[in-house]
């Protein structure tokens, strides 16, 4: 399955597909540090109804981000704590870790692993489909997936970069291989590799009903951003009539 289609309405770009695999949501991706105007969103989610998706989400957006959906109706869905640790002493040559497993680079054989842990470790909703992973490594121009396992792959993570801002865009750990260091391990890599690459800072979001997450990216350094970030939903059959 291919990643998110890329689409031109003048100088704003959208990436737009199924939620998850599920060919009655549509997702809206829209360019990091590019604010939609409203109108190419209403244009957006007016094609998505006639193409037969019954609703539409966003990605997890900062305050700024979800203005111009707030403004074409859209509404929010969940709320999202974003974390950010601060790289500038982040020391990349600490301590060995304290883990039997090693880390190491995935390989494209370990994807069916990953996302195997992906489905133990998240809800339905939250769940990597193939097509979610790819887009995932896909979003940042250099990415890092890495995998920790004992024959199989028990727990992954993938950490991208933009410029200097690091991103830790997924981490799981299958529920009864938790609370062993692995969950932290894989962090630490990630920051790692994202500070020896130039990066100043790396952000991190959860889910707000999420607390082992949260005290895990707390106790590593990270700090909660004043403003979260929220999924936005829009239901489509309510375009699709108006349009």
């Given at each position: 399955?291919?990643?998110?289609d890329v689409?031109?309405w003048?100088t704003?770009?959208l990436?737009v597909?199924?939620?998850r695999g599920?060919s009655?949501?549509?997702q809206?991706v829209?360019s990091a540090?590019?604010?939609p105007?409203?109108?190419?969103i209403e244009?957006c989610?007016?094609?998505?109804?006639a193409k037969?998706?019954?609703s539409a989400l966003?990605?997890?957006?900062?305050y700024?981000e979800?203005?111009?959906?707030?403004?074409t109706?859209?509404?929010?869905h969940?709320?999202?704590?974003?974390?950010?640790h601060?790289?500038?002493?982040?020391?990349?040559?600490g301590?060995a870790?304290?883990?039997p497993?090693?880390?190491?680079?995935g390989?494209?054989?370990?994807r069916?692993g990953?996302?195997?842990?992906?489905?133990?470790a998240?809800?339905p909703f939250?769940?990597?489909?193939?097509?979610g992973l790819d887009?995932?490594?896909?979003?940042t121009?250099?990415?890092?997936?890495?995998v920790?396992?004992?024959?199989?792959?028990?727990g992954?993570?993938?950490?991208?970069r933009?410029?200097?801002?690091?991103?830790?865009q997924?981490?799981a750990v299958?529920?009864d291989?938790?609370?062993?260091g692995?969950?932290r391990?894989?962090?630490?890599?990630?920051?790692?590799w994202?500070?020896r690459?130039?990066a100043t800072s790396?952000?991190?979001?959860?889910?707000?009903?999420?607390r082992?997450?949260v005290?895990?990216?707390?106790?590593?350094?990270?700090?909660?951003e004043a403003?979260g970030?929220?999924v936005?939903?829009?239901?489509?059959e309510?375009?699709?009539a108006s349009?």
């Open positions: 399955m291919g990643r998110l689409v031109h003048g704003d770009r990436r597909g199924p939620w599920d009655s949501i549509a809206i829209p540090g590019q604010l105007h409203p109108a190419t244009r989610v007016g094609e998505l109804a037969g998706y019954r966003t990605s997890a957006l900062t700024t979800q203005q111009p959906f707030l403004d109706g859209f509404v929010v969940e709320r999202l704590h974003l974390l950010r601060d790289l500038e002493s982040f020391s990349p040559n301590p870790l304290d883990t497993l090693r880390v190491r680079r390989r494209r054989g370990d069916d990953a996302l195997a842990v992906d489905r133990a998240f809800s939250w769940r990597f489909d193939r097509r887009d995932a490594r896909a979003a121009p250099s990415s890092r997936f890495r920790v396992g004992d024959g199989r792959v028990i992954y993570a993938v950490t991208g933009a410029g200097a801002v690091g991103y830790l997924r981490l299958f529920p291989r938790q609370r062993r692995l969950g391990a894989l962090v630490l890599d990630g920051l790692r994202a500070k690459r130039g790396l952000l991190v979001n959860t889910q707000e009903t999420n082992p997450a005290e895990l990216y707390e106790h590593l350094g990270f700090t909660r403003h970030l929220a936005l939903e829009l239901p489509l309510d375009s699709e349009a």
